[in-house]
């Protein structure tokens, strides 16, 4: 039991989870090349086992840490991945609990999530036999993925841990978060794939990445809660003080339908959600993409309130665009202080260039210094909260022979990364309309100091105010 508030509810002890040192794969199967064996061998960093009843050798494994059954494993087995026919898991979640196993995935369906009488009195089954004694992800669940320790259950996960936590019920969606997280700069902390959640369920889990010291921002695909866990997740979310990002899946009528066959969840009332997420002050998305690139903003810059930006563009009409998209957002593009506006004016002087908020930098943008004299006097201006501009793809390529490529691209970037020497927001769009290969190398430079790149500004615009609000919000 936990006292949380003075409200006493059941949260499933995971405490382990963080000291997890042995795994047993139940069920490696030729059929499927080994596939999860393999894939969690790859990376975990302590004794792996393989757990099969008529399997002898497999290729590249070792003879000695395969198995006919969990009860021969020597010694403690800490975690179990188990891929096996739905009709033989109770046998097997036998073998775990005497084993005193901690945590199990079942990665097998056809449970709960079959929308047949059979397959929840399976489901229920499970339960029974697991007896509290062993905790269970899923089933329908692809279970943890923890890059810190090597558990993986994908190949070419990414091995650099983060501080980031997600929890899904969907293991399709955390295939492409893990995968795309790189390519963003973000990494992950832990992700629990929990599937049906017939014992650890979002409340646990969201709980326990709560209280995780390795976490420090919370992402969430719900689908839907079991009834009568609605007070309970009032009361975690009462005692959290991260960042909780969540994109709900099933808010139409035919997505609420849909979740029932996918996890066998209840979606719930649209207007529930909605008035918890705001009770809670979570941040709610629309997308996949928004949650990921809500969450790069937040682990980059920290949390932040932007009221008024300042606007640096090298075509004058794409600012225009850019300002009406930040108003619309209730964003301001105020004029800047006397003093600032003075300064900027001293640094523009070709035709065609504009020192006003939004700046029009025009052809000045390859003259050496000035775009990071610009940016860096701007975000001095203390009534500006930050700074979005627009660099098109073929602007990152010296047109001039007598220009040093070399050293206009390190100017370039060092510009880019002015944000973080005033503790500012600095968010860069790159269209991708031409010169990919420039953007890509661009990018990942910028990404690797922590400066996030968009293609498009309403990858990014719309997610500001979700941020500042939050900030606004924000009693701890």
């Avoid at 841990?161 to 990494?187: E, R």
């Avoid at 959640?197 to 990445?209: E, H, I, N, T």
């Avoid at 139409?252 to 009770?279: E, M, N, P």
Wanted: with cysteine.
């Amino acid at each position: 039991m936990s006292n949380i508030d003075s409200h006493k509810l059941y949260i499933k002890n995971l405490s382990f989870i963080n000291n997890i040192k042995t795994i047993a794969i139940i069920g490696p199967s030729k059929k499927r090349d080994y596939f999860f064996l393999k894939n969690h061998a790859t990376y975990f960093k302590g004794p792996i086992y393989a757990v099969h009843p008529t399997v002898e050798e497999i290729p590249n494994f070792e003879k000695k840490n395969i198995f006919h059954s969990v009860s021969e494993i020597p010694g403690e087995v800490d975690y179990a991945f188990i891929a096996v026919p739905a009709f033989k898991i109770l046998n097997i979640i036998d073998e775990c609990v005497e084993k005193k196993v901690k945590l199990v995935t079942v990665f097998t369906s056809e449970f709960s999530d079959s929308g047949t009488e059979e397959g929840t009195i399976l489901e229920k089954e499970l339960l029974r036999r697991a007896q509290n004694k062993v905790r269970i992800l899923g089933p329908n669940g692809m279970g943890l993925f923890y890059p810190k320790l090597g558990i993986a259950w994908r190949p070419e996960f990414p091995t650099t841990p983060g501080n980031i936590g997600f929890i899904a019920q969907s293991g399709g969606v955390c295939n492409i978060a893990i995968y795309g997280a790189s390519a963003l700069g973000i990494n992950f902390s832990k992700v629990f794939s929990f599937g049906n959640g017939a014992d650890l369920d979002f409340v646990d889990l969201l709980y326990f990445l709560s209280n995780d010291p390795e976490t420090d921002i919370i992402l969430c695909y719900i689908e839907g809660i079991k009834e009568g866990r609605i007070n309970d997740l009032k009361e975690v979310l009462k005692q959290n003080k991260k960042p909780i990002i969540a994109l709900k899946g099933g808010q139409s009528k035919t997505g609420s339908k849909a979740v029932k066959t996918h996890t066998a969840s209840i979606s719930g009332d649209d207007r529930l959600w909605k008035a918890l997420f705001k009770q809670f002050n979570i941040i709610e998305v629309e997308s996949l993409e928004q949650l990921l690139n809500t969450a790069r903003l937040i682990d980059f810059y920290r949390i932040f309130e932007l009221k008024n930006l300042a606007v640096f563009s090298i075509s004058g009409g794409y600012g225009v665009i850019l300002v009406d998209l930040l108003e619309k957002e209730n964003i301001k593009v105020p004029s800047f202080t006397p003093e600032i506006q003075n300064l900027l004016s001293s640094k523009l002087y070709l035709p065609g260039t504009s020192s006003n908020n939004p700046l029009d930098l025009a052809a000045q943008f390859f003259f050496e210094n000035t775009v990071y004299e610009i940016i860096d006097i701007a975000l001095t201006d203390k009534k500006i909260d930050g700074l979005i501009l627009d660099m098109p793809s073929f602007y990152l390529k010296p047109v001039f022979k007598s220009m040093d490529r070399q050293s206009f691209e390190s100017n370039i970037i060092e510009s880019l990364c002015l944000g973080h020497k005033h503790n500012k927001p600095l968010i860069p769009i790159i269209q991708r309309s031409n010169r990919p290969e420039e953007r890509e190398r661009i990018s990942k430079k910028l990404i690797e100091r922590r400066v996030p790149v968009f293609g498009d500004p309403l990858e990014v615009i719309p997610l500001l105010p979700k941020i500042s609000n939050y900030k606004k919000r924000y009693i701890y």
